[in-house]
């Protein structure tokens, strides 16, 4: 059985950073691509960043590249995404997800996902 447990979220002001992390267990870590989600109150969950099993490939939605860096080390089974010059808009709950033996460029537009953690909240206050 996969779990996936994020951490990192909090209250950030405008402008500044967080880092959240994303610890997987339960089977191979190398055998899946990994992703970050996000979802606003009253909107639909949408897909933030994903990454190859290798770390070697990354993709970004357009409303967070060049501000937000996902990254993986598959010695410690960790996810993680650095997420700076946050703006109010950016304000969820951030889910990681994986799929097992896809490709990071798929799992950007894959509509559903293998495994999800439970969130964590991250809020950036004006």
């Known amino acids: 059985q996969v779990q996936l447990v994020e951490s990192g979220g909090g209250l950030v002001q405008a402008g500044g950073s967080l880092r959240l992390s994303c610890a997987f267990s339960?089977?191979?870590?190398?055998?899946?691509?990994m992703g970050w989600f996000r979802q606003a109150p009253g909107k639909e969950r949408e897909f933030v960043a994903a990454?190859?099993?290798?770390?070697?490939?990354?993709y970004y939605a357009d409303s967070v590249k060049g501000r937000f860096t996902i990254s993986r080390d598959n010695a410690k089974n960790m996810l993680y995404l650095q997420m700076n010059s946050l703006k109010p808009e950016d304000t969820a709950v951030y889910y990681c997800?994986?799929?097992?033996?896809?490709?990071?460029?798929?799992?950007?537009?894959?509509?559903?996902?293998?495994?999800w953690g439970q969130g964590t909240q991250v809020t950036v206050s004006s």
């Open positions: 990454i190859s099993w290798s770390g070697g490939s990354t």
């Open positions: 997800a994986a799929d097992r033996l896809t490709t990071a460029q798929a799992m950007s537009v894959k509509t559903s996902h293998d495994y």
């Open positions: 339960g089977r191979t870590f190398r055998d899946c691509a």
